[in-house]
């Protein structure tokens, strides 16, 4: 398959609001594609390299050859390509993956250049969920949509299932069944705004876990050996040593659990994050348990011993759960139809240094590898009033505007500012139009010629953000968890910004 049949149908289903739309244009692609690249093309429109990662990112794209006249790439090709640069290691490895790119991006057309350049960047927002990929992966293999999605819940990898569903139909698919040492797909949470919210959306009742700020694992043990994954399903196995300790400490046979790994101070209190996450670290981690141990705690069973339990009431699989866990390595956990009692439970979490709680239906099954309604998070929302000192041009969707925001807290002392990170989310259509209006006019210099534009410190954004985290990026030693734009203020001038000492205060605080 050429990749320019791969561009096209993406910008067909960017083009596209209506889901039936997107899952037809997608199922008609996928129907042509050869058995060696349907996992690959589905992979793309997700969004997703089958590497991962390959050490590209915008900074890689700022210039790129002139596009080709005529599109010769094929998908199986361009794979190769990404794993080459992907692979390239070592003394001058910089220049010569740039060689491959420029390579790559003149072999390539208009449309093809614009795909790549939005898969390779992550911002392929075509709206080809997986829900939408599922559906259609179903509708070109002329399958049950269930049974697709059960599949992929299960496999825990759509491309795969996808290659399955297309080359041999049902009897593919029947390869996809809940094993252990097979990762799969974990459930996911909504949100909720508070836990009276969360209480009314779960029917009156719920039970209430406190949310770690640790890594969430899914564990595996068959027999005497141990497999650790990761949410996004790596293996981690390796790095944690006494999470394998741990699991094979229980009574049990075969098992597939989720829980969260997490580094705690010696009075009980969780590090910060980062120090969690060094142990997971993208480059390969750690595994050294003397300087920076993590504890492991338990929170739902999906598998023991030959019985499934995905099906299973929630209650069922924690009372399960119980019998084969100690209570040490068990998340607080309180079940309960009071409001007060939920509220006192919450409060007691966010004190222990916890970053919110978790409120789950006693009676929903698993929904693995979806963001099921039977699981909520709560979490304390924190705000800031940050100025905005630059902001970069947009693509894909956001082409032609400019999205990306830099933010800085107010410097007292010296009159600046101190950026503290970036942000596109939360912006709707009608914020990007303003916005772009509005930092046109603060430019400083001319707006086109710079993929990052400079903009004069005047406009208040305020920012809503899960918390704080050590960076040596910014040079204030502190970066944004996950911030996103409430709104911006108008009523406010620069003077009336939150100042960094603040930010410091909240930082200092864990939270």
């Not at 899952?23 to 594609?33: H, N, S, V, Y």
Request: aromatic content about 6%; glycine content about 10%; charged content about 25%.
């Amino acid at each position: 398959m050429l990749l320019v049949d791969v561009a096209g149908a993406s910008a067909d289903v960017a083009a596209s609001s209506a889901r039936l739309a997107k899952i037809a244009r997608i199922a008609e692609l996928l129907r042509r594609a050869g058995r060696e690249d349907v996992a690959i093309v589905v992979s793309w429109l997700s969004g997703e390299l089958t590497q991962r990662q390959i050490g590209v990112g915008w900074a890689s794209l700022r210039s790129v050859p002139a596009a080709a006249a005529e599109p010769t790439l094929t998908v199986a090709e361009v794979e190769r390509r990404f794993g080459e640069i992907g692979a390239t290691a070592g003394r001058g490895s910089q220049a010569r993956r740039a060689q491959l790119l420029a390579d790559l991006f003149s072999a390539a057309t208009d449309v093809e250049q614009t795909f790549l350049r939005r898969l390779l960047t992550g911002e392929l927002r075509q709206g080809a969920l997986v829900g939408v990929m599922a559906d259609a992966v179903a509708k070109a293999a002329d399958l049950p949509a269930a049974t697709v999605r059960r599949a992929a819940m299960l496999g825990g990898d759509l491309p795969a299932v996808a290659a399955a569903a297309l080359t041999d139909g049902d009897a593919g698919l029947a390869q996809f069944t809940l094993q252990a040492g097979k990762p799969v797909g974990p459930m996911l949470a909504q949100t909720a705004a508070d836990v009276t919210d969360a209480l009314d959306r779960l029917g009156g009742t719920a039970m209430f876990e406190a949310k770690l700020d640790g890594a969430r694992v899914q564990i595996h043990r068959r027999g005497d050996a141990v497999s650790i994954f990761t949410r996004s399903l790596d293996d981690v196995t390796a790095r944690l040593p006494e999470v394998v300790e741990a699991t094979l400490a229980l009574p049990v046979t075969d098992l597939i659990a989720d829980a969260e790994a997490i580094a705690l101070r010696p009075d009980g209190r969780p590090h910060r994050f980062q120090v969690t996450a060094s142990r997971f670290g993208r480059r390969g981690g750690t595994s050294d348990t003397a300087s920076n141990p993590l504890s492991v705690f338990f929170f739902d069973l999906l598998h023991v011993d030959g019985v499934d339990l995905l099906d299973a009431p929630a209650h069922e699989r924690i009372a399960r759960l119980d019998a084969v866990t100690p209570d040490s390595q068990r998340v607080d956990r309180l079940v309960t139809s009071d409001p007060g009692a939920a509220q006192e439970f919450f409060d007691r979490t966010l004190a222990a240094g916890h970053e919110g709680v978790m409120a789950k239906s006693t009676v929903a099954p698993y929904e693995a590898g979806r963001r099921g309604a039977g699981w909520l998070k709560v979490k304390p929302v924190h705000t800031l009033d940050l100025v905005v000192l630059a902001v970069e041009w947009g693509s894909g969707r956001r082409s032609g505007k400019l999205s990306n925001i830099h933010l800085g807290a107010r410097d007292p002392g010296t009159g600046g500012f101190v950026m503290l990170g970036k942000t596109f989310k939360g912006m709707t259509d009608e914020m990007l139009a303003w916005q772009t209006r509005r930092f046109l006019e603060l430019a400083d210099g001319d707006a086109t010629d710079h993929y990052v534009v400079k903009v004069r410190p005047e406009q208040v954004v305020e920012i809503a953000f899960d918390g704080l985290q050590t960076s040596t990026r910014y040079p204030g030693g502190m970066a944004l968890r996950f911030a996103r734009v409430v709104r911006y203020r108008d009523d406010k001038a620069a003077t009336d910004a939150d100042t960094i000492d603040t930010v410091r205060e909240i930082y200092e605080r864990g939270n």
